[in-house]
């Protein structure tokens, strides 16, 4: 059952308004109050040995001592019986009856004490005011039942002084401030603790609640990512299963094309087979290239992406990408510029990730680029030790709402007349992928008509030493 805890308090009993709340503190404080009771228990058996030598000393073996001694050992009897039902973890309803019987019988015995001691009235001054401040301090019961005990018992011990102690007025006076007083300071304690001890169980229960709700959440993120973790490897595994049979005919239509247009067994004929076959080797060639994005992306995203490690030649590597997209960049009317340092070191690295990445900025670049201008590659050593790998372009940029949206699968940004046909939006995504493998970084940066610039940066640990053999290495 959940219970509100903002409850307020009552003004004059310093409990919870609400009783649902006022229960759940009282069996929350329920230790608490064994406790104490224990203590009073032990106090009550302890203090008995003593209490009673100094009646002997007093009074002797006369009436009133056999008096008291009956008195003192009727609440030594109530003590034991406290401290047997605080052994056997008594509830709540129990434990304040017994402390109620505890409280009326030590001041009885105090009234007795005062009725047969006429010559020591002093002493019976501050005998009932201690009284009076241990009970309201010190007994673990409601703060209602200690004030109504406590002034009953300042009454009847007012009556009883006033009726059969022949005092003066000022000395009267005065016994009536100190009890005045000793209940004030009685009744501002308890309420006090209670409060105080209320408080505590407030910041308790609403940090319970917080960690409940926080757990809850906790649960419930896990279960969502489960989820989507289950759901990412199933498309993972469905991508990796379609690709699978898709490259096997695409294969086969790409190498019979291929011998089509070689003209191996002769020519075809009308010469606009020849147009058909072009148009069918690039689309087939084209499709190929996308299903083995999509296997590169599918085993990115399920954790089984292998580097083949082993020393990379950047500038090789740069040479490979640009004269592999020179023609496409010639029939866009595009120019490709390389700036590679001299002194690169070689790079252990997985090479066809390398390539891949080299190919997929450098296509982006190439499509976006308007006809008659420059795309850029970069590559030299950082001062940081960093390898950068920067490719730029003089497109139309990327606009700042959508630069978060490229680096997603499948995301791209708004297209311009630019560009005359669409991208499948994996090409940046799978770089990323690849360079973060390698312990690197892709960071875009782009102005909407200023063009883009991807730089790529490999690690400093990645780079060899002139002079330093490489072994090949395979990680997953």
């Given at each position: 059952?959940?219970?509100?805890?903002?409850?307020?308090?009552?003004?004059?009993?310093?409990?919870?308004?609400?009783?649902?709340?006022?229960?759940?503190?009282?069996?929350?404080?329920?230790?608490?109050?064994?406790?104490?009771?224990?203590?009073?228990?032990?106090?009550?058996?302890?203090?008995?040995?003593?209490?009673?030598?100094?009646?002997?000393?007093?009074?002797?073996?006369?009436?009133?001592?056999?008096?008291?001694?009956?008195?003192?050992?009727?609440?030594?009897?109530?003590?034991?019986?406290?401290?047997?039902?605080?052994?056997?973890?008594?509830?709540?309803?129990?434990?304040?009856?017994?402390?109620?019987?505890?409280?009326?019988?030590?001041?009885?015995?105090?009234?007795?004490l005062?009725?047969?001691s006429?010559?020591?009235?002093?002493?019976?001054?501050?005998?009932?005011?201690?009284?009076l401040?241990?009970?309201?301090?010190?007994?673990?019961?409601?703060?209602?039942?200690?004030?109504?005990a406590?002034?009953a018992?300042?009454?009847?011990?007012?009556?009883?002084?006033?009726?059969?102690?022949?005092?003066?007025?000022?000395?009267?006076?005065?016994?009536?401030?100190?009890?005045?007083?000793?209940?004030?300071?009685?009744?501002?304690?308890?309420?006090?603790?209670?409060?105080?001890?209320?408080?505590?169980?407030?910041?308790?229960?609403?940090?319970?609640?917080?960690?409940?709700?926080?757990?809850?959440?906790?649960?419930?993120?896990?279960?969502?990512?489960?989820?989507?973790?289950?759901?990412?490897?199933?498309?993972?595994?469905?991508?990796?299963?379609?690709?699978?049979?898709?490259?096997?005919?695409?294969?086969a239509?790409?190498?019979?094309?291929?011998?089509?247009?070689?003209?191996?067994?002769?020519?075809?004929?009308?010469?606009?087979?020849?147009?058909?076959?072009?148009?069918?080797?690039?689309?087939?060639?084209?499709?190929?290239?996308?299903?083995?994005?999509?296997?590169?992306?599918?085993?990115?995203?399920?954790?089984?992406?292998?580097?083949?490690?082993?020393?990379?030649?950047?500038?090789?590597?740069?040479?490979?990408?640009t004269?592999?997209?020179?023609?496409?960049?010639?029939?866009?009317?595009?120019?490709?510029?390389?700036?590679?340092?001299?002194?690169?070191?070689?790079?252990?690295?997985?090479?066809?990730?390398?390539?891949?990445?080299?190919?997929?900025?450098?296509?982006?670049?190439?499509?976006?680029?308007?006809?008659?201008?420059?795309?850029?590659?970069?590559?030299?050593?950082?001062?940081?030790?960093?390898l950068?790998?920067?490719?730029?372009?003089?497109?139309?940029?990327?606009?700042?709402?959508?630069?978060?949206k490229?680096?997603?699968?499948?995301?791209?940004?708004?297209?311009?007349?630019v560009?005359?046909?669409?991208?499948?939006?994996?090409?940046?995504?799978?770089?990323?992928?690849?360079?973060?493998?390698?312990?690197?970084?892709?960071?875009?940066?782009?102005?909407?008509?200023?063009?883009?610039?991807?730089?790529?940066?490999?690690?400093?640990?990645?780079?060899?030493?002139?002079?330093?053999?490489?072994?090949?290495?395979?990680?997953?």
């Amino acid at each position: 059952m959940r219970i509100s805890i903002d409850a307020g308090l009552s003004r004059w009993s310093s409990e919870f308004l609400d009783r649902e709340v006022e229960a759940a503190f009282r069996e929350w404080n329920h230790p608490a109050a064994l406790s104490l009771a224990r203590t009073v228990g032990y106090v009550i058996v302890v203090a008995a040995l003593p209490y009673l030598y100094a009646t002997f000393l007093r009074f002797g073996d006369a009436p009133t001592f056999h008096l008291l001694l009956v008195a003192r050992l009727a609440i030594v009897a109530l003590g034991c019986l406290l401290l047997f039902l605080v052994h056997r973890r008594v509830g709540a309803g129990r434990l304040d009856l017994v402390i109620a019987v505890v409280i009326v019988a030590v001041q009885v015995q105090s009234i007795l004490l005062a009725a047969l001691s006429v010559p020591a009235i002093n002493l019976l001054d501050v005998q009932v005011i201690l009284v009076l401040v241990c009970i309201y301090a010190f007994m673990p019961t409601r703060f209602v039942f200690k004030l109504v005990a406590c002034l009953a018992m300042t009454l009847a011990f007012l009556a009883l002084v006033i009726a059969a102690f022949d005092i003066d007025p000022p000395e009267r006076f005065g016994l009536i401030a100190w009890l005045i007083g000793a209940n004030i300071i009685g009744i501002y304690t308890c309420r006090y603790w209670d409060r105080l001890r209320r408080s505590e169980y407030t910041t308790q229960e609403r940090l319970r609640l917080a960690n409940e709700a926080l757990a809850a959440s906790n649960r419930d993120l896990a279960r969502a990512r489960a989820d989507a973790e289950r759901e990412s490897q199933t498309k993972s595994q469905f991508l990796a299963n379609v690709s699978h049979e898709l490259r096997t005919p695409l294969n086969a239509i790409i190498g019979f094309s291929e011998i089509m247009k070689a003209g191996i067994y002769g020519p075809l004929g009308d010469r606009r087979y020849d147009g058909y076959l072009d148009d069918i080797h690039g689309s087939g060639t084209y499709l190929l290239n996308l299903i083995n994005d999509l296997l590169d992306l599918a085993k990115v995203e399920a954790g089984k992406l292998e580097l083949h490690e082993s020393e990379v030649d950047i500038a090789a590597t740069i040479g490979d990408a640009t004269r592999m997209l020179a023609e496409d960049a010639r029939r866009r009317g595009v120019a490709i510029a390389t700036r590679i340092a001299g002194d690169l070191p070689p790079l252990m690295a997985d090479a066809r990730a390398c390539r891949q990445i080299l190919l997929n900025l450098l296509s982006n670049a190439v499509k976006f680029s308007p006809s008659g201008r420059e795309v850029t590659v970069a590559a030299r050593v950082e001062p940081t030790g960093d390898l950068l790998l920067a490719v730029s372009d003089a497109g139309p940029g990327i606009a700042p709402e959508d630069l978060a949206k490229v680096v997603e699968p499948f995301g791209q940004a708004a297209m311009t007349t630019v560009d005359a046909k669409r991208g499948t939006g994996l090409g940046l995504p799978l770089a990323i992928s690849l360079a973060k493998a390698h312990g690197g970084s892709l960071e875009l940066r782009s102005t909407p008509g200023g063009g883009t610039t991807v730089d790529v940066r490999f690690p400093a640990g990645r780079l060899l030493p002139p002079g330093t053999a490489a072994t090949a290495t395979d990680r997953s």
